[in-house]
C-alpha cells in the first residue's frame, strides 16, 4: 500500500510558478510509476505527467509539454511537479497517482491504483 499526500498549491499569477511536491509513505516507492493528474470544475480529471519507476522517461500532456517536469526523489520518497509560465487554463486541482503495472494506457485514471487528496492551483489573469 502507498499513501499519498500532495502540497505546494496556491494563488499564483499567469506566467508564475508554483512547484507541487507528493510524499508517498511505505518502504516501495520506488517500485511506482508515479503520475500527475488535474481536474478543473465540471470537467474530466485529465493526466498531466508521469514518471517511470527508475525516474528515467518522463511523459507528458501536450498541454503542459515545455512548461511542466516532473521528477521524483527515490530516497526521500517524494515526487515533484514543477510548473513554469502558468495560465488560467492550468488552474484545477492537482492529484498525484502511483501505477505498479508495467503495461496499460498511462494516460487513463484507471491505469493508477493509489491517489492523493488533491492540491489547488489557481492562476488568475
Known amino acids: 500500500q502507498v499513501q499519498l499526500v500532495e502540497a505546494g498549491g496556491g494563488l499564483v499569477q499567469a506566467g508564475g510558478s508554483l512547484r507541487l511536491s507528493c510524499a508517498a509513505s511505505?518502504?516501495?516507492?520506488?517500485?511506482?510509476?508515479m503520475g500527475w493528474f488535474r481536474q478543473a470544475p465540471g470537467k474530466e480529471r485529465e493526466f498531466v505527467a508521469r514518471i517511470s519507476w527508475t525516474g528515467g522517461s518522463t511523459y507528458y500532456a501536450d498541454s503542459v509539454k515545455g512548461r511542466f517536469t516532473i521528477s521524483r526523489d527515490n530516497v526521500k520518497n517524494t515526487l515533484y511537479l514543477q510548473m513554469n509560465s502558468l495560465k488560467p487554463g492550468d488552474t484545477a486541482v492537482y492529484y498525484c497517482?502511483?501505477?505498479?503495472?508495467?503495461?496499460?494506457?498511462?494516460?487513463?485514471?484507471?491505469?493508477?491504483?493509489?491517489w492523493g487528496q488533491g492540491t489547488q492551483v489557481t492562476v488568475s489573469s
Open positions: 497517482t502511483a501505477d505498479r503495472k508495467r503495461s496499460g494506457d498511462y494516460r487513463l485514471p484507471g491505469q493508477y491504483e493509489h
Open positions: 511505505g518502504r516501495t516507492f520506488s517500485l511506482y510509476a
